[in-house]
């Protein structure tokens, strides 16, 4: 199935679902048997005669020794020298028997840490020609172990893909033989897009439309798939977002953020990968109506939807005033987001925080009363007591700019700030040991707060000085004392896993 990035509880893994041989009927093969198996083989090709049956049990006996649940002894398998003869049995196409249980013992070693030997052994080639193997349970198990390769490694992926495996694999796709072979495909597919560094988009935007289609299928575990590779293809540049755009895709993702399903996470995921482009992609999101959706992920009792939520609505934030207008216009939202950013567990709000700063920094002096409406001074001085040198700037930054427009308004947020411990919290930062907050928590509080130094300097008793009086000490002597004592002074300025498997 396919992973989640942003947290590892709700990524799935990049392996296919694992079916283990418990049958009685069957022979038991153990390491203990592998002498007489390699012995076997080395008969046969002295005899020059490739006999299927034999080469299909021989096969068969290795891939069940290493389906065992927990350690597969697959060190001992690859010690015999049995690789180089599982590989050339791939290419036997008359013997699609042996084809198919040489390609499962492949799948088993892949699904191991000697997932690079196959590869080292030259086994991708005969796998991807498999893909277009006349066997339907051929193609399915070759694609099978084509997907734990590229779930193993960027590297390997890259291996994968260089050698042509995607147009056969889409091919079963769309013409599947069987809705087992449908599912293994996609979920192929999912890790043939998988991982940083990401593939080149010519690689692998050939699978967009099919993905797209696999959207309009009933196969929920196929769609899970399809969105965790649409969401790792969406996850680059602008040039990756529009071509997941240009398939149309946007209404289709809007329309499974309101449903309540195992595909919710991949498409909020890619949704967002989407308004991380440029104003025109975001505003295709908001053309589809993505904000419609936003009060159903808010309240959702997942932490990761309500964070990977206000992410999305951060990025849509930090766009065109017009769109900063319609994240404040969707009723409620904004309110909603304040309230996160106070009191909900720290990751939620971190990103709650970024959506109330873009809109206070970016947005127009209405946009910054609007938000301010919200609760946006209570958030903002609610997180400046928190050992986060970034989101303390972030909040400085914004809290700046609100003060600003409040001085160009006319209104007295600087009472809104003192009313919620803000100032006392601004003056607890000029002791902060980085040098950023510091500076930008003075800058605050003498803008817009005045300078509390020359209020109280006003009630110091006189010092004669000669035959005068002379209140407190030089200017100049003030600022040398100043930089000896500031508190600042000195200071600087934040594998994919694999299974096992075997039939039933």
């Avoid at 992609?281 to 808010?298: G, N």
Wanted: hydrophobic fraction near 40%; proline fraction near 4%; glycine fraction near 6%.
């Amino acid at each position: 199935m396919a992973p989640t990035t942003m947290t590892a509880d709700d990524i799935s893994s990049s392996s296919a679902p694992v079916v283990y041989d418990h049958s009685k009927r069957d022979k038991v093969f153990t390491t203990q048997d592998i002498p007489s198996l390699m012995e076997q083989l080395h008969e046969i090709q002295q005899s020059g005669v490739m006999d299927g049956d034999k080469l299909r049990s021989i096969a068969q006996a290795f891939r069940k020794i290493m389906s065992v649940e927990n350690n597969p002894p697959v060190h001992e398998v690859l010690n015999s020298g049995v690789l180089p003869y599982l590989i050339n049995m791939l290419s036997l196409t008359d013997k699609p028997l042996v084809q198919f249980e040489a390609a499962w013992a492949l799948t088993n070693i892949a699904s191991t840490d000697q997932t690079a030997a196959i590869v080292d052994g030259g086994a991708i080639p005969a796998l991807v020609q498999l893909l277009m193997s006349a066997s339907a349970d051929v193609r399915e198990q070759s694609a099978w172990c084509l997907g734990n390769i590229a779930g193993d490694s960027t590297a390997l992926r890259d291996v994968v893909l260089a050698a042509n495996a995607m147009q056969p694999l889409i091919l079963n796709i769309i013409k599947p033989e069987s809705t087992s072979l449908f599912s293994n495909c996609v979920w192929a597919l999912s890790n043939f897009c998988r991982g940083k560094p990401q593939p080149a988009i010519s690689q692998v935007e050939s699978a967009i439309p099919a993905i797209v289609d696999i959207l309009r299928s009933d196969n929920e575990d196929a769609k899970v798939d399809a969105l965790w590779a649409l969401s790792y293809i969406s996850d680059g540049g602008e040039e990756h977002i529009d071509a997941v755009l240009q398939c149309n895709v946007a209404p289709s993702l809007v329309e499974i953020l309101g449903e309540e399903s195992r595909m919710l996470t991949p498409a909020l995921r890619t949704v967002g990968n989407i308004v991380t482009g440029n104003d025109k992609q975001t505003q295709a999101m908001l053309d589809a109506d993505v904000l419609h959706k936003m009060q159903f992920l808010l309240n959702h009792e997942r932490r990761l939807i309500k964070k990977e939520a206000c992410w999305v609505l951060s990025n849509i934030a930090a766009g065109t005033e017009k769109q900063i207008g319609s994240v404040l216009g969707r009723y409620g939202c904004m309110a909603h987001v304040a309230e996160m950013a106070e009191h909900a567990t720290w990751e939620v709000r971190k990103e709650a925080i970024w959506v109330v700063s873009n809109v206070a920094t970016g947005g127009n002096k209405f946009h910054v009363q609007s938000v301010v409406e919200c609760g946006a001074i209570d958030s903002l001085c609610s997180v400046m007591d928190i050992n986060d040198t970034k989101m303390l700037m972030v909040a400085l930054d914004a809290l700046e700019s609100i003060l600003r427009v409040g001085q160009e308004l006319g209104k007295d947020y600087c009472s809104f700030v003192d009313e919620c411990d803000g100032l006392e919290k601004l003056e607890l930062l000029q002791e902060h040991q980085s040098d950023d907050v510091y500076k930008k928590a003075v800058e605050i509080i003498e803008t817009f707060f005045g300078c509390e130094d020359e209020a109280e300097d006003e009630n110091l008793a006189p010092a004669l000085d000669g035959d005068t009086y002379a209140f407190g000490i030089p200017q100049k002597q003030i600022d040398e004392s100043f930089e000896e004592e500031c508190p600042a002074n000195g200071h600087g300025a934040a594998p994919f896993a694999t299974y096992n498997f075997a039939a039933v």
